[in-house]
């Protein structure tokens, strides 16, 4: 007998704000460990606990959710770009997926899903940054077609690092 697993996209809602942290703490490891100085890491990782995910989800921030059966298999951030300097209408804040959702097409099928979004909601053009380090990121947006429009930094205790931003037109 064969079993069917059902995979969804849908809004977060606030009951779903612990798994949120879960899925953040163990993608953000995954992603950043030896990139991130450990304390650093830490405390990114700490501030953004099942409270902080709570009030987002509450003060309505778009949080689109890959559930896969019971299990949340990753999220995504997204809505109105915050870099006045580019001239993207959206922005993709943050997409992950738990290292064990990763390389199936799942990360393919949230963008698409947080991209669909915001182009009803007007915003046709959008934009992600991504760490230079983060390989696994850099090549995931540049297989979804996203093109390096521009390089900033950010310092993450003793550390600067790059970053990419990778851009889709309308």
Known sequence: MSSTTLIEIRRAKPS??????TVHD??????????????ELEKLITRRGPDWWDSA?????????????EQIAGYANYGRNRARSLFYDGEVYELYLRPEYQGLGFGRRLFSSAR???VQSGMKSLVIWALSENDGAV???????GRAVA?????????TLDKVAFAWSA
């Open 16 to 21: 779903d704000a612990e798994s949120v942290a």
């Open 26 to 39: 163990e993608a953000w490891r995954a992603a950043y460990q030896g990139i991130i100085p450990g304390t």
């Open 57 to 69: 989800i509450r003060k309505g921030s778009r949080i689109s959710l890959m559930v896969f059966g």
């Open 151 to 159: 390089r900033s930094s950010e310092k993450f205790g003793s550390r």
């Open 139 to 145: 090549e995931f947006y540049k297989a979804l077609g």
């Open 116 to 118: 669909r979004d915001l």
